[in-house]
Each structure stands twice: as structure tokens, then as C-alpha cells.
């Protein structure tokens, strides 16, 4: 699977196992929707001043967010089209601000590793279709959630 870690943010240190922490998690998300270990996934780590951009020019929100998911599975009027190779599986980029994982790990009494654990599944269960605007959605959305950081040993206490 390759996955490309890119820190883009020198607010938050981030330790060498934070990179092993989002492989070991990303390999459990694509291996649990039997996504094929070939596809590749980017994640870039920034802050809420990165994120706030992002989210106003995507989303038309000007303001931070925790996590921002670019699908290039998503098809739609303001989405351009993507041909991928035969050989190719390009699933997309997440977006995670350390600022706000900082800050929610604390709101929330866990661990930044967990935080950034579970944005980094949330991110990449929206690049594979999972969305949360209707309450089922967001139901089966959020047990999937759970089930990954359960599995990394990283469920809420």
C-alpha cells in the first residue's frame, strides 16, 4: 500500500511513530473494505491556518476543521473527471490539522495518537464512499470508525 505522510506544519511535533501510526491504520481500513493493498492514499499533516484555506476554498467555510477528505472516487458536477490506469488505484488525500487534534485530544481526555487515529480513519472512510449527513450514515459510519480503532487497540475507554 502506498502511503505518502507529508507534515506540512511545524506547530506540533510530530514523533517517527505517528507515521508508523497512520501506515498501521490505513492498512487496517483498506484491508477491512477489501480495498486492494495497491492503492495509494496521501495524508498530509497541517495546521488550522492550512486547513482553514483548504476549507474555504473547497467547502466554502472559512473556518478550521479537524479533517478534510479530496476522494478522486467522487464523481459530480464541481468534481473533474479522473481516468485512472487499469494498474492504478488512486483513493485520495486527507488533510489533518494537528492544531485542532491537539486541542480536541484534550477536550476529549485521549491521547493525541488516539485523535489523530481516529481522524485519520474518519478521512479515510470518506474517501471510500462513507458519508454521515443522514443519521443511518452517520450510525454505520461511526461503528466503523470504532471497530478500526478498536482492532489498532485504540478504543474510547
Known sequence: MPLFVQNRQDKVEVPPAM???LARVTTEVLAMEGVSPEAEVGITLVDDAA?????HNYRHLDCPTDVLSFAMRETGAEEPSYQAAEWEELLGDVVISLETAVQQSKDFG????????FL???????LLGYDHQEEAQEIQMRQREEEVLGRLGLARE
Open 19 to 21: 507515521e508508523h501510526l
Open 120 to 126: 485519520a480513519v474518519h478521512g479515510l472512510l470518506h
Open 110 to 117: 485521549h491521547s493525541l495518537e488516539r485523535e489523530v487515529a
Open 51 to 55: 486547513i482553514r484555506e483548504l476549507n
